[in-house]
């Protein structure tokens, strides 16, 4: 498999990430060996300890952007799992200062930080990265296009906005972490229209799953209505923002109906670059006319198989909705029943009124279909 960003650094792209990471990184070893080989996949608060002592931190950090397309990068793993130290490109950009295990202090589990690791200084330390990074390529003579992949912390927990931002919002810390990633955002955006690269830059603003809070203090519904949150087959869970900035390009404050899914990305971004992808994602879209103009082609046929994190599968296609399966598909929200098979028409926003008695052909073509794609993957799980 080719990735995106090997796709266009191919095309001729200077290409880097900065922020979290978190899709697999080979932590160089004393011994060599595999960091869980000892331990396994869910190691135990005190197992966690000894892992640190495993780790080389003066070694080649595989398996991370570098690895899979990146120029540069700079970032963490995830925040709420040592090591809490930061990465520059392959390498630890700082030695390990200590152990954190204090449970007062900790936001997941214990391990290896780095002398001036703060949980609410992740973010801006991130923003500052990719300022500086775009400084670069502003002042850079080689004339490449830039693809700049940022993964914010935030609004992942541990929800710790920095102290200039504490009390910016009547929302609490979650409300707070959310202004300080919008200021972020709009001091990069600033940033592009300072070095005068805001004119022809597509920006895209986007999240890959729903809030886990449904609500915040001061009564804001983070899901705006829909039903669910993340981890669950609902809307609540699936349904993400998702915002185009383009000048020139895409009209501004126009709005689309028409339903994408992430991995849309890959191919309507190659198309930006003018490469092929060849069709190695056969489930994603070129997208850029719906950016342009609301819709796309098959934009109202097309079929988006969904999951939730219980392994359970749904469909999207036209106006309809069709989960094979009974609740919210997740632990979470468990105890809101519904019968076996749900469908809900688009227009129903906090899918309350289940129609699979109503339009039981509609269910079962719904049905059909997910049964199809998943014989396509070789899927044998119901």
């Known amino acids: 498999l080719v990735t995106l960003p090997e796709r266009l650094r191919a095309a001729g792209y200077q290409t880097a990430a900065v922020g979290k990471w978190h899709l697999g990184i080979d932590w160089p070893t004393v011994d060599g060996k595999p960091l869980l080989s000892k331990f ?16 080389d931190y003066g070694g080649r950090i595989g398996g991370g952007p570098v690895d899979h397309g990146f120029d540069t990068y700079y970032g963490e793993d995830i925040v709420n799992y040592p090591p809490y130290m930061f990465i520059e490109n392959d390498r630890f950009a700082a030695p390990p200062a200590r152990l954190r295990d204090d449970p007062k202090e900790l936001s997941g589990k214990p391990g290896m930080m780095e002398a001036e690791w703060s ?185 988006i198989v969904t999951t939730s994190t219980r392994g359970d599968f749904g469909i999207r296609r036209g106006q309809w909705t069709y989960l094979d399966y009974s609740g919210s598909g997740s632990a979470k929200m468990a105890d809101q029943k519904t019968a076996a098979q749900q469908l809900y028409m688009h227009s129903d926003l906090g899918q309350t009124n289940n129609l699979v008695s109503e339009y039981p052909e509609k269910a079962l073509e719904l049905k059909r279909e997910l049964e199809r794609i998943k014989g396509l993957a070789g899927h044998v799980r119901k």
């Open 119 to 303: 949980d609410d200084t992740v973010l801006s330390r991130q923003v500052d990265n990719v300022l500086e990074w775009i400084d670069q390529r502003a002042a850079g003579t080689d004339g490449k296009p830039f693809f700049l992949y940022w993964a914010a912390n935030a609004v992942h927990y541990p929800i710790r906005p920095s102290k200039a931002f504490i009390s910016k919002t009547s929302y609490g810390a979650y409300g707070d972490f959310v202004f300080e990633l919008d200021d972020g955002v709009g001091r990069v955006l600033e940033k592009l229209k300072e070095k005068g690269l805001d004119s022809d830059t597509l920006v895209i603003f986007t999240s890959d799953n729903g809030p886990l809070p449904y609500s915040i203090p001061g009564g804001h519904v983070c899901t705006g209505g829909l039903r669910g949150i993340k981890t669950t087959g609902w809307d609540g869970g699936l349904k993400v923002p998702f915002i185009v900035r383009w000048p020139q390009r895409v009209p501004a404050r126009s709005t689309s109906d028409a339903t994408i899914s992430l991995v849309d990305l890959y191919p309507s971004l190659c198309a930006v670059a003018d490469t092929g992808c060849d069709d190695q994602f056969k489930d994603g879209r070129d997208i850029l006319n719906a950016f342009r103009e609301g819709t796309y082609e098959d934009s109202e046929t097309r079929a």
């Open 40 to 55: 396994g996949r869910r190691p135990t608060v005190d197992q966690f300890k000894l892992l640190a002592n495993e780790i």
